[in-house]
């Protein structure tokens, strides 16, 4: 049970949080921090938060769980500032979609005063954003990946992990490095592909996107995400992104080889085995 | 009014265009040719089909109408197949996905005898195939490109646009060129690009795809397509594919270099202009 839950944040990832937490009653009161307190309005009149602030000091006080519900590079900097003030028993997580940047700010801070840090990265995510599209239960089913280092108590993994398993997420464990990789692979990576595809189109041949039908419309899903969240996401995750576009070049060369080669043989057999990998995950 | 349709392949799409042509009506007698007649035994005993048949110049005697259902380079053989032999008086369809090839046979063989042909491309395929999947319903709010060259009867297009129309499709009409281009942009370079997405992953961080989410699941799921259909239809397009995958590369590479340079703004710019596009389209 969570005394006092702080909530910095408050769009679609934090909103469901306040959401999910109220409709679970796992937290006696819910704080809300934002920049602006005519948007927390709608969460406060719904009685989602019991306060709203937009003083990051007040709003950690007294907390004994505050979720970082930012984006990518905001969360970085909230961290620095909440890190001096934030109660010592406290635990602190956060929603972003990159670990390493983050995790890394909190082992540096953690020379100056222990705070009881742990990445999350919730992947219920949609190409919607703002607190309108939150919901009680994005988290039912979900994947939340917890991202402790070697310098993290393991009471604050197992009081990290047990707040998302309250929503109905399942929680996974992977170092911050490992879980950058992850993500760049299988969502960094498609995300910039869904944009390039639309560009490519568009440059392409204009004409194509009025008979764009279920096939395309899946693949491009994600690239209506929101430019805002994902250029800090691109820009914050470029050391696993970089590496993993370079993979996935070599890739499509390799299949467009096979096309130009014209041999119907070998391209049926590599898009059968890519094809087998992909009805795994149905 | 049909009076007798005969469909050459009766899988997805085939079997599809024979459940519809049973549920309204159009056809009073449907014949169905395949390879193999036990495969044509479902379609029989469901009284889908009235009759089967390996045969294919048995298949399409007296029919008026005749749907190829078979894959792209299948189609394109079996069409120089009936040629000689189909009623002169018949309308003779394609559902393939690639349509110059067809067409140009099509406009070849016209010289030996008129044939009523006209190129279709119902866009209702699916990642899955066989007469398994075939609904009467396939076709309801698909869009349906017909491909008539200056060479072709007019009443052969109307007959052939109100054949699907039937089935609540929309018809439009293209060049089979600019089909072709639209095809490798809108379907067929993202299924390549799937393919190779898939195949990435496996490469650059295998331990990924075990948190692959409702995004990449999205983003790859054509790259469960049938590798027999799709090598036929990315070896029948080359020609439209290989400048559509130019393009596409110069798109991803001018965001790679945006998120190289480590700007928020232009990235952002590039990110928000797609995505009002890919809006568009929801």
Redesign the interface.
Known sequence: MIERLAIIGVGLLGGSVAKAARATGVAREIVGVGRDLSRLSAALSERVLDRATIDLADGVRGADFVVLGATVFANESLLETLWPVVPRDAVVTDVGSTKAGIVNIARRLAGSRPVGFVGSHP???SDRSGYGFARADLFQG??V?VTPTEMTDAGVVKRASSFWETFGAHV?TLDPE?HD???????H?????????????????P???A???R??????????????V???I??AN?AA?????E??????A???TL??A?E?GP??????K??C??????
Do not use: C, N
């Not at 595809?197 to 568009?202: D, F, I, M, R």
């Not at 391209?267 to 059968?272: F, G, K, S, T």
């Not at 990998?277 to 149905?282: G, K, Q, T």
């Open positions: 992947m219920a995510g979900a994947t990946i996974s490992l990789r992850v993500v760049a692979a299988i969502s990576l498609p995300h910039l592909v869904a944009y390039a595809l639309v560009e490519a189109v568009e440059r392409f041949e004409a194509a996107l008979y764009a039908a096939g395309f419309k899946d693949t491009t899903r994600i690239a209506a995400s929101d430019q805002r994902w250029q800090e691109f820009l470029r992104l970089r590496p993993s576009l993979v996935f070049r070599a890739a499509l390799a299949l467009e096309v130009d014209g119907p391209l049926e057999d590599a898009l059968a890519i094809r990998r992909r009805e795994a995950l149905r």
